[in-house]
Structures are given as structure tokens and as C-alpha cells.
């Protein structure tokens, strides 16, 4: 109490603004589900039997890692250390011009030669000589050697065009060898920037479960938090679960929305503080404020709204 001209000091006041009762109904009713749901699954982890993926078993095969391969510089030093290509030309152009199938080819149409000569040339050139009585001449010997010379020029003239055509086999099986030893650095080099692509993307992977995981009991206080604060103009609980952000935007919208309806329609009834002197000095009773039917309208306008984005 003041002194001097007798006033008394101000008394505090407060002001408790409630809901119509239904709505405080409803949200008891809605905590206590809410409560019940999260004994029951804070310690039900969805993410519990998660099993990690690993890369190098499904890469390598169990026990393997990519440690156990050569590194991408080993491999290109084992394509590329020494490499002459002149040396590498003459290598394959000998394998392919004196090869043995190139031998045997050369071989047979030698036996081909000699078989026409038997069965052919010569029979008519001693046919021939008898006829002249020559038999025994120096012609027979003469006519002979000339057949044996033919033949002689021919499997030359064989050998020769076959080899002559088998020049270009040999220069593509060169490039094709400078172009496998190439394809295989590069197809080398892609299979290991595959392996650390995936196993970045993996490891996220089971990272991100782990992590959700160990934060389960969190996210299920996330949405009890959302709850007790629904009717303080819910805000929007975001967590990793999946489908909780449209329901997160319901809560929202429809208690928003009956906050809202209570303050801009519908019966507003208020009742102002007041003060009742006492022995111990007066005691102030707060005032109540009475959200009607606007915050049943609001709440219904809210869960549309949240429905339309």
C-alpha cells in the first residue's frame, strides 16, 4: 500500500485465454493418443534391422578389397613400360607372315602342284618323247627340269601374293594391340571411378540410416513436442519420416486457423480481471477469454487449407 494520499499501489494482473471447451477436450483426448503411440514406438526403431551394403563384397567378392588390385598407375606402367612400337609392328608382322598356318598354306599348294605335274604334265611329256623315240635323250632330262622350274615359280608366285596379301592383317593386328592395351587402362580406370562413385553413394546410405536410427527417439518427441504446442499455434514439426510433413501441415492449419476463428469470429465472450480486497491485501482474479464457434470455423478452414499445397 502507498503512502500519502491514501490511493493503493497497483495490483499485477494477468489475462488466461481459453478455448471453448470442446476444443480443450479434444486436444487432452488427442495428447493422450499421442502419448500412448510414442511409449510404444520410441524404442521400435524401423531402422533397427538395417543391414549396411558392402561395396567391395558386392565389387570384389567377400574378403576382397581394392587394396587386393593393382593401383591405376601400376597397370598403365605394365601396358606402357617398354613399348616400342616399330618393335611391336615387326614382331606381329613376322607372327603373321611367316606363321605356321602361312607355312602350311604355302605347304599344300606346293603338294597341289606337284599332283598336277604327276598326273598331267608329265605322263604327256613322256608320251610325247616316245612318240619321237626320246625317251632316253637328253630331252626327257631337259623337259623335266623345265617342268620342275614351272613348278618352282609358282609356289613362289603363291608364297609371294599370299604374304603380299597378308600385309594389312598384320598392320590391323597391330593397331588392334596399341588399342587393347588403351581400352584396357581406360576400362581399368572406369571400373575403379565406378567403385568409389558407389561406394560414396553407399556409404551415405548406410551413414544416413545409422543416423536416423539413433535419432528415432527424437523424432517420435518431435511430433509429441508438435502436440503440446499445437494449441499456441502448432508449428510445423519436421522430421525424416515419411509422410509427416502433410500431417504436420493439417495440425498446423487446423489449430492455426482455430486460433485465428477465435480471435476474428464467432462468440468472443471476455470477462475482466478483477479485485478483491482481503486482510492480506487485495487479490486479483485474471480474466477469462471464451473462443466460440469462430474457432470451430477457423479449424475447419485451416485442415482445407493444408490440404491444398
Not at 50 to 76: C, H, K, Q, R, W
Not at 128 to 156: C, F, H, M, P, Q
Not at 267 to 284: E, H
Amino acid at each position: 500500500m502507498g503512502s500519502g494520499g491514501g490511493g493503493s499501489a497497483p495490483a499485477d494482473t494477468s489475462t488466461t485465454v481459453r478455448y471453448a471447451p470442446y476444443i480443450e477436450t479434444r486436444h487432452q483426448d488427442f495428447l493422450n493418443t499421442i502419448y500412448s503411440k510414442r511409449v510404444a514406438v520410441i524404442d521400435e526403431s524401423p531402422f533397427d534391422d538395417y543391414t549396411d551394403i558392402e561395396v567391395d563384397d558386392a565389387f570384389f567378392g567377400a574378403g576382397y578389397t581394392i587394396a587386393s588390385f593393382p593401383s591405376l598407375y601400376d597397370m598403365f606402367g605394365k601396358f606402357m613400360a617398354g613399348l616400342d612400337i616399330d618393335a611391336l609392328f615387326t614382331q606381329i608382322y613376322n607372327d603373321t607372315i611367316d606363321s605356321t598356318v602361312t607355312k602350311n598354306l604355302i605347304t599344300a599348294e606346293g603338294a597341289l602342284i606337284d599332283d598336277e605335274i604327276e598326273d598331267t604334265s608329265l605322263p604327256r611329256l613322256q608320251l610325247g618323247l616316245r612318240d619321237i623315240n626320246s625317251v632316253i635323250s637328253s630331252t626327257y632330262a631337259t623337259g623335266k627340269a623345265l617342268l620342275e622350274d614351272t613348278r618352282t615359280k609358282l609356289v613362289a608366285k603363291f608364297s609371294a601374293d599370299l604374304k603380299y596379301r597378308l600385309i594389312p592383317v598384320a598392320v590391323d593386328r597391330w593397331k588392334a594391340h596399341l588399342d587393347w592395351n588403351k581400352l584396357v587402362i581406360g576400362t581399368y580406370a572406369e571400373i575403379m571411378k565406378l567403385y568409389y562413385s558407389v561406394k560414396t553413394d553407399v556409404d551415405e546410405i548406410n551413414y544416413a540410416m545409422k543416423a536416423k536410427d539413433l535419432l528415432w527417439p527424437f523424432t517420435v518427441l518431435d511430433f509429441e513436442r508438435a502436440a503440446l504446442g499445437a494449441l499456441q499455434g502448432a508449428t510445423n514439426s519436421k522430421t525424416d519420416v515419411a509422410g509427416a510433413s502433410t500431417m504436420a501441415r493439417v495440425l498446423s492449419g487446423a489449430l492455426t486457423g482455430a486460433a485465428m476463428g477465435a480471435m476474428v469470429g464467432g462468440q468472443i465472450t471476455q470477462t475482466a480481471a478483477t479485485t478483491v480486497p482481503t486482510a492480506a491485501g487485495p487479490v486479483t482474479t485474471a480474466g477469462t477469454t471464451y473462443a466460440g464457434w469462430g474457432a470451430g470455423i477457423g479449424a475447419a478452414l485451416g485442415v482445407a487449407s493444408a490440404y491444398t499445397y
